[in-house]
């Protein structure tokens, strides 16, 4: 589920997922904007749909990972810090 497997697409894998969410998390932004602008992508790409729970794990993995984080009612990504 996280990863792909011989029975999940890896376009469909939650890791797969969670790049094509932080590409389009430049800036803060709620939960509904993040879907509506998640589901275009995903058209745009010619991909299948993705289901709202499937979104939402996804966002628990980016969150479980630091990737992510919940501030003021936004969903934000974590830009890690660069090393000197």
């Known amino acids: 589920?996280?990863?792909p497997t011989?029975?999940?697409?890896?376009?469909?894998?939650l890791i797969?997922?969670?790049?094509?969410m932080?590409?389009?998390l430049q800036e803060?932004?709620?939960v509904s904007?993040?879907?509506e602008e998640f589901r275009v992508l995903r058209f745009q790409k010619a991909m299948a749909p993705v289901t709202y729970e499937w979104f939402i794990l996804t966002i628990d993995l980016?969150?479980?990972i630091g990737a992510?984080?919940?501030q003021k009612g936004q969903i934000q990504r974590i830009i890690p810090m660069q090393r000197k």
């Open 6 to 13: 011989r029975h999940l697409h890896h376009k469909r894998s």
């Open 68 to 70: 992510v984080r919940h």
């Open 33 to 35: 904007r993040l879907w």
């Open 22 to 24: 932080l590409s389009i």
């Open 16 to 20: 797969a997922l969670g790049a094509d």
């Open 1 to 3: 589920m996280i990863l």
């Open 28 to 30: 803060p932004k709620t």
């Open 62 to 64: 980016l969150y479980l």
